[in-house]
C-alpha cells in the first residue's frame, strides 16, 4: 500500500528554479511509490504550475510559516492524508528518502508517533534532530533507527502526523516563523508522543550558522523576541531562570566575538524582559 503525504514547500524571495528543496523533490518524486499532493505556499514570487498534484498558493502578504503550514494541514484533513512533509526552500530532499520513508512505515509504529525526521546537517554540522533533557532541554545528538520522546528537532524535512496535529487545532500562530519548530516538539513531549530519527542524512543551509555574516541586529531581534516569549509562555520558571542565565553567558560571548556589538546588546536586553 502506498503512503499518503500531504508536502509543502515555503518559499521566500526564492524562485521554483533556485529552490534546492523543490528540484531535489522532483527528481525523488520520480521513482517514488507514494500517494501525494504538493502545496507550494509562496511568498513573494507569483507563480503558475499546471498539475493536478500541486496547489500553489500566492500569498498577497508574508504569512510566513504557520499560516502554510496550518493551510497544507487542513488540505491533508480533507485529503484523508495521515502524514505532511514540511519542506524549507534551501533543504535537500536526500536521494531515496521516499522509498526509505515507505520501508519504515511498511514495518508499521506505534500508534503514538508523532514525528519522523532524518538527521540534517550543514556541512559537517549536525543540526537536527536533538535529544534533550526534560528540565533544561540540554541537548545531545540523536541517534538513528530510535524511538524518542525528548527529541526536537529543526521543521524542515519534519514528517508529521497529520491526526495529531489536527487534534491540538494545528500549527501556533503564536510562533508564525521562529520557534514554531520548537512549539511543535514541545507540544510532542507534553502530549508524550513519540519521535522517529530515519537513518537519512539531509542537507540544509542554515544562515545562523554563519551568523554576523547572514543575521542582522533586526532579523535577530525579531528571533530574540520569540525564543523569549516561548521561554516565557511555555516552558516552567526552572527553565526560565536557566535561559536568562544562559543568555547572560551568550551576550558575553557575542562582546568578544563580534564586531558588531548591537548583537550583545540585544541579548543583554532580553535578561530582564518577561
Known amino acids: 500500500m502506498k503512503s499518503s503525504l500531504e508536502i509543502i514547500i515555503v518559499l521566500y524571495r526564492c524562485t521554483l528554479e533556485e529552490s534546492r528543496a523543490f528540484n531535489s523533490l522532483q527528481e525523488e518524486l520520480k521513482s517514488a511509490e507514494i500517494d501525494y499532493e504538493l502545496v507550494i505556499f509562496n511568498n513573494d514570487n507569483q507563480l503558475k504550475i499546471k498539475d493536478e498534484r500541486y496547489v500553489v498558493v500566492n500569498s498577497e502578504e508574508n504569512k510566513k510559516l504557520s499560516f502554510a503550514y496550518n493551510f497544507a494541514l487542513k488540505r491533508a484533513v480533507e485529503n484523508g492524508r495521515k502524514w505532511l512533509l514540511l519542506l524549507d526552500q534551501d533543504t535537500s530532499v536526500p536521494k531515496g528518502y521516499f522509498n526509505r520513508l515507505q520501508d519504515f512505515l511498511k514495518n508499521g509504529y506505534p500508534e503514538n508517533l508523532a514525528a519522523v525526521v532524518p538527521v540534517l546537517k550543514s556541512g559537517d554540522v549536525v543540526l537536527s534532530p536533538k535529544v534533550v533533557s526534560s528540565r533544561l532541554r540540554i541537548e545531545s545528538e540523536a541517534k538513528p ?123 543583554f536586553s532580553y535578561i530582564f524582559k518577561k
Not at 516565557?232 to 558588531?260: A, S
Open 145 to 267: 533507527n530510535e524511538y524518542g520522546r525528548w527529541i526536537t528537532a529543526i521543521n524542515s524535512m519534519s514528517l508529521m502526523n497529520v491526526g495529531f496535529f489536527d487534534s491540538i487545532g494545528g500549527f501556533s500562530n503564536k510562533y508564525e516563523l521562529d520557534m514554531l519548530d520548537r512549539w511543535s516538539y514541545n507540544q510532542i513531549m507534553k502530549h508524550n508522543r513519540l519521535v522517529y530519527v530515519l537513518d537519512v542524512i539531509s542537507d540544509h543551509a542554515l544562515s545562523f550558522l554563519d551568523f554576523e555574516k547572514n543575521v542582522t541586529p533586526e532579523r535577530y531581534s525579531d528571533f530574540m523576541k520569540m525564543e523569549n516569549r516561548f521561554s516565557t509562555d511555555e516552558m516552567d520558571l526552572f527553565y526560565l531562570v536557566f535561559y536568562k542565565v544562559k543568555l547572560f553567558l551568550k551576550g558575553l560571548k557575542q562582546l568578544v566575538k563580534y564586531k558588531n556589538k548591537e548583537f550583545s546588546r540585544i541579548t
